[in-house]
C-alpha cells in the first residue's frame, strides 16, 4: 500500500457528516480512498480531514506504528469479511492478526474469583489442548485483563483492542501490561491519537473484538454489559459463541446463565469442551493417516491447497481463497469435492482440516 493511499484512507474515515455505511460502500465500490477522494473531492469538505490525515501520518512513523486499510493482506482476513469493518486499523505489536485459531474472551469488569479462576485454568488447559491461538481482549478491568495475563503467563500471543488512539492507555492502571502485550501480542485500534476513551468507542471497539476472531468466550455477565454486546455482534457475524455457566441468582452468572438458558451461547466448563466444539485439532489427537497416492487425481489447484494445509493446517475459507488466489466460490466446490475423497474435512467456523 503506497503512502498516498494511505493518507486518503486516513482522512476518508475523519470526514463528518457522512454515515460509515456510505464511506464504507463507496471505498470497496470504487477501490481505494484515494479513488473516492477523486470522486467525491467536489461533494464533501476534506480540508480538516487532510489536516487531520497529515498528522497521523507523522505520529504513526514516529511511533513505529503500522497502518492496514481493507486493501491489505496483513489486515484481520476474518474482520474484513464484516458487513461495518474498519476502513482502517492501527496496529504495534509483533502476534500475526491472522492466525489460524483466534478467540476472545470477554465478561464483566467486576469479576469474582469464580471468573478468575475459570480464565485461568481455561487458558492453562487450552495451551495443552491447541497452543497455537491468538487470544484477544479489551485490556478493560476484569475478565480483560485477566486473559490477557494468563495469555501471556501460558505462553500464548494476545492482543487488545482499544477505544481510544494509540498515544494512551485506558485505564492507565493496565500500562504495564500493555508494554509486555507490545512483546507477545500488540495492541490494536480503529481510532487516530487524540482520540479520546468515550462510552460509544467502547460499543464499537467490541466488533473489532468478535469480528476479528473465530469464536467468543464469555466468562461472567450481569444481565447488561460489554460482553453480552460483543457475543450479540459475534452472533451476527455468524461466529461461535459459548459461555461458562454460573451459580444461580449471583449478580455477575446472569447474563451467562439466560445466553445458555436461550441458547444463545453454547455451555462450556473446560478447554477440551471448547476445543471439541470447535474441532480444533489437539495436541494428543493422533488423526487417522490418509495416503496421498490414493488420490493421484487431484488437479494443480486442489493441489496447491493441500500443499498449503500441509504447511498450515486448520485454515477458514476465505483464508485458503487469499493464500491460493482461488475465487471463493471455485474453492468451495473444491473443497467439497476434496472431503468427497477424504483428503480434508470441514470443522465449525468455515475452517477446513487436511487429514494426515
Known amino acids: 500500500m503506497s503512502s498516498e493511499e494511505l493518507y486518503y484512507s486516513i482522512a476518508l474515515t475523519r470526514l463528518t457528516g457522512v454515515n460509515h455505511a456510505v464511506i464504507l460502500e463507496r471505498y470497496q465500490s470504487l477501490g481505494g480512498g484515494k479513488a473516492v477522494y477523486d470522486e467525491c473531492k467536489a461533494r464533501f469538505s476534506w480540508d480538516e480531514a487532510l489536516r487531520r490525515a497529515a498528522a497521523e501520518m507523522e505520529f504513526i512513523e514516529k511511533n513505529g506504528i503500522k497502518a492496514m486499510t481493507l486493501q491489505d493482506d496483513d489486515y484481520p482476513q476474518r474482520l474484513k469479511e464484516c458487513p461495518d469493518a474498519p476502513i482502517v486499523l492501527f496496529y504495534k505489536g509483533e502476534a500475526d492478526l491472522n492466525q489460524c485459531h483466534i478467540i476472545n474472551i470477554v465478561g464483566t469488569r467486576h469479576c469474582t474469583n469464580y471468573g478468575q479462576d475459570i480464565v485461568r485454568r481455561f487458558v492453562r488447559d487450552l495451551r495443552q489442548l491447541c497452543p497455537d491461538v491468538l487470544i484477544v481482549s479489551g485490556l478493560a478491568y476484569g475478565i480483560d485483563v485477566c486473559a490477557h495475563r494468563q495469555a501471556l503467563d501460558n505462553g500464548f500471543e494476545t492482543v487488545g483492542v482499544l477505544a481510544h488512539g494509540l498515544d494512551q492507555i485506558y485505564p492507565p492502571h493496565h500500562?504495564?501490561?500493555?508494554?509486555?502485550?507490545?512483546?507477545?501480542?500488540?495492541?490494536?485500534?480503529?481510532?487516530?491519537?487524540?482520540?479520546?476513551?468515550?462510552?460509544?468507542?467502547?460499543?464499537?471497539?467490541?466488533?473489532?473484538?468478535?469480528?476479528?476472531?473465530?469464536?467468543?468466550?464469555?466468562?461472567?455477565?450481569?444481565?447488561?454489559?460489554?460482553?453480552?454486546?460483543?457475543?450479540?455482534?459475534?452472533?451476527?457475524?455468524?461466529?461461535?459463541?459459548?459461555?461458562?455457566?454460573?451459580?444461580?441468582?449471583?449478580?455477575?452468572?446472569?447474563?451467562?446463565?439466560?445466553?445458555?438458558?436461550?441458547?444463545?451461547?453454547?455451555?462450556?466448563?473446560?478447554?477440551?469442551?471448547?476445543?471439541e466444539s470447535m474441532g480444533w485439532q489437539t495436541v494428543k489427537q493422533k488423526p487417522e493417516a490418509v495416503e496421498r497416492q490414493l488420490f493421484p487425481d487431484l488437479s494443480a489447484e486442489e493441489q496447491q491447497v493441500v500443499a498449503l494445509l500441509q504447511q498450515t493446517n486448520d485454515l477458514q475459507l476465505n483464508l485458503i481463497s487469499v493464500k491460493t488466489n482461488i475465487p471463493i466460490g471455485q474453492l468451495t466446490a473444491m473443497l467439497f469435492s476434496l472431503e468427497m475423497k477424504g483428503v480434508v474435512k470441514p470443522l465449525a467456523g468455515g475452517t477446513y482440516h487436511l487429514i494426515k
Open 175 to 275: 500500562r504495564s501490561i500493555a508494554v509486555e502485550m507490545l512483546k507477545q501480542g500488540g495492541l490494536l485500534t480503529e481510532y487516530m491519537s487524540q482520540t479520546q476513551a468515550l462510552p460509544n468507542n467502547f460499543r464499537q471497539r467490541n466488533r473489532i473484538v468478535a469480528g476479528m476472531s473465530d469464536a467468543t468466550i464469555l466468562v461472567e455477565s450481569a444481565i447488561k454489559g460489554g460482553g453480552l454486546i460483543t457475543c450479540r455482534v459475534a452472533q451476527e457475524y455468524g461466529r461461535d459463541v459459548f459461555a461458562f455457566p454460573g451459580a444461580v441468582g449471583m449478580p455477575f452468572s446472569e447474563g451467562c446463565n439466560r445466553m445458555i438458558r436461550n441458547n444463545t451461547a453454547a455451555l462450556i466448563t473446560s478447554a477440551q469442551d471448547f476445543v
